[in-house]
């Protein structure tokens, strides 16, 4: 593997004007690490899902005028697409590093998957660590932090995940771009690894 931790450049990519602009300089520092970090977690995640799971690295191609806030590479078991399905995310923000795993408003089972949710409520509270947070929708940088939810405030954002049209479930870890630059490849490798492993419960759970 290439190095892939990232860097204060990397982060400052979104702050550079113009789509074709920023688009340039996201492609040639951020998109090779989301690649070589897509191809080894892709190999991982397979192993421990027990499926083939395939990286999905954003191209933003619909985009026309305004330049992309963040950017990802997202983890499916299929190979055409991942919006569909429950997914796995590595990505950033100009603030921060993102690792979730992420049921989105495109999924067809989305209310189905928020039942399950709902029947282990208890059991998610008790054991997502303090530091993981919460977010419901995947287009805003904006966390909910587990350590201030109680089981109801979950079980509110199970149940609209079942009957609200747009609603959104993710859960995971945010790293402040301070913290982030700082970690070697190996810590960022072994973090990762480490948030999936611990979020690999929810994935099982559809």
């Known amino acids: 593997m290439n190095q892939v931790h990232f860097t204060t450049s990397d982060f400052n990519t979104f702050t550079i004007d113009g789509l074709e602009e920023r688009m340039d300089a996201l492609k040639e520092r951020i998109r090779p690490k989301l690649q070589d970090l897509g191809d080894y977690f892709a190999q991982q995640l397979s192993i421990m899902t027990g499926e083939e799971i395939f990286p999905h690295v954003a191209k933003h191609a619909r985009r026309t005028i305004n330049p992309p806030k963040d950017t990802w590479v997202a983890f499916a078991a299929n190979r055409r697409g ?3 399905m429950p997914h796995f995310q590595i990505g950033l923000w100009e603030t921060h590093l993102f690792v979730w ?15 399950r949710l709902e029947e282990n409520a208890e059991l998610l509270k008790n054991s997502i660590p303090e530091n ?13 932090p587990h ?8 079980l509110s954002m199970f149940k609209r995940l079942q009957t ?5 479930i993710l859960c995971g870890i945010q790293i402040p771009r301070e913290e982030a630059v700082q970690l070697t490849d190996k810590e960022l490798v072994d973090t990762i690894q480490y948030t999936f492993e611990t979020l690999l419960p929810l994935y099982k759970l559809q």
């Open 82 to 84: 991942y919006k569909m």
């Open 101 to 115: 795993f992420a049921v989105i408003y495109e999924a067809p089972n989305k209310a189905e998957f928020g039942k």
């Open 132 to 144: 993981f947070v919460w977010s419901i929708d995947h287009m805003k940088p904006d966390v909910i």
């Open 147 to 154: 350590s201030g939810l109680n089981t109801e405030d979950l």
């Open 164 to 168: 609200v049209k747009k609603a959104e």
